[in-house]
């Protein structure tokens, strides 16, 4: 797989590579069963569309593309990665975010998080940690007992939240025109 992605590399544009390898395709790690049931728990959970659940990262390629792991292979460390994409559900988390920091709350990761933001996407490791802002045990609490349940192997399943397919595109563009870059 790495030998054909890099040859794709020379050959597809950035956005051709997000879709055929990140958009598309199955999990290298998961088999179809598994990928069709993370998936629906996932959609069913957030209430968002099952084509707006997706596997990324290495748990979908089977190797990472970031800077500090690129082309190692998915191994016992590594995380599943699932990008949730939703308007609504990221909107109300914004809206509930901004009403949290103009509350003078403490929240020591609000700039991060509001920089994220402006990317088009939520990490929920930048979301306040405070029991008046229930959404972020709910998310943790959520992906800890997929995690728990190891119906999807031994792996830590984490999960970033997307404004919209354009915003998680353009995040893996980036990863993607860092690898073209050094093939």
């Known amino acids: 797989m790495i030998d054909q992605f890099k040859e794709d590399l020379k050959g597809l544009s950035s956005l051709q590579i997000v879709r055929k390898y990140i958009l598309g395709g199955q999990s290298s790690i998961l088999d179809v069963d598994q990928h069709y049931r993370l998936k629906e728990q ?18 979908k390629l089977g190797f990472s593309i970031k800077p500090t792991k690129r082309f190692e292979a ?7 990665d699932i990008a949730v994409v939703s308007p609504e559900l990221f909107e109300q988390v914004w809206m509930e975010a901004y009403l949290f920091k103009s509350g003078g709350a403490y ?30 045990s709910k998310w943790w609490d959520f992906f800890n007992e997929l995690t728990s349940s ?24 980036i990863c993607i025109e860092q690898c073209k870059d050094e093939v």
């Open 107 to 136: 929240w020591p990761k609000s700039n991060s998080f509001f920089r994220y933001l402006s990317e088009g996407w939520i990490r929920p490791d930048k979301l306040p940690i405070n029991h008046q802002f229930e959404f972020t």
């Open 74 to 80: 998915f191994g016992d460390e590594s995380d599943i």
């Open 150 to 173: 190891r119906k999807y192997g031994p792996y830590k399943i984490r999960a970033g939240l997307y404004h919209s397919t354009f915003f998680l595109q353009e995040y893996q563009k």
């Open 42 to 59: 996932v959609c069913d959970h957030f209430a968002v569309g099952y084509n707006d659940v997706i596997m990324v990262g290495s748990g």
